[in-house]
């Protein structure tokens, strides 16, 4: 990293406190999504989708300390949670089957992405040359999937979009298209605590070797991110909103 720009980071960036930036990322990543849906309409969402499960996927090796919970918390949620939001808008603007298509390419779309970044990995670093053996172990540490989280991870991803997007359907139909709000809200909020409850079963218990108790398996992997997911599904309702004024 360039030293004035890590000087910034330093300097500013890392005095904020998490749920700030937690914040500002949200706020960065609502512009985007609706700038997408603007210029792209339904292939917008579907760029937005690809884009923030990949990205939230690198986020998650990194943690932090929020106040609202006693242990550090991998990233990732906040853009998890935005793709929820992205299927709704596409359930709702391009109907369900274009939404379980767009899940279907992202969950497509990471697995390549893995596999292009396995078979860089495959050439090894240039010898005698620091700035390639840096680099190297980088992307090695980034990049060298663990099985058993992505496997958790691609699982509970397929399963809750699906979820969301049934959900989302059936009580749009039930209430005649009326009350937005309430399956905006209702759909991601239950099917991020699906993502939750079958990525942290799935990765610290099921296939750990070194499976979590029960207590910390429930209040710290799977209640203390969804408190994030759950606030971030409220803030998505008003975007919801706003985007039948940017539908292409």
Known sequence: ?????QLIFHTFFHTLSPELLSFVLFSVAAIFLLFFLKVGGASGLFCFI??????ANIQVLHTAQFSFIGEPVALGTVLFAM???????????Y????ARKAV??????QIAFTLFM??????????????SVNTYGAMELLFMPAPRLMIASLVAYFVSQFLDIWVFKKISDA?????????????TLLSALVDNILFSTLA????????VTAQTLIFTYILGTYVARFFVSILGIPLMYLSYFFKK
């Open 50 to 55: 690809n884009l923030a499960y990949i990205t």
């Open 104 to 109: 279907v390419l992202s969950f497509l779309t």
């Open 204 to 211: 610290w218990v099921v296939l750990s070797p070194h499976p």
């Open 83 to 93: 793709t929820y939001l992205a299927t709704d808008m596409l359930t709702e603007h």
């Open 175 to 187: 209430t005649h298209t009326r009350f937005l709000w309430l399956r905006t809200g209702l759909a």
């Open 1 to 5: 990293m360039d030293t004035s720009l």
């Open 118 to 131: 396995l078979i860089t990995l495959a050439h090894a670093p240039l010898k005698n040359n620091t700035e």
């Open 95 to 98: 109907g369900a089957e274009k």
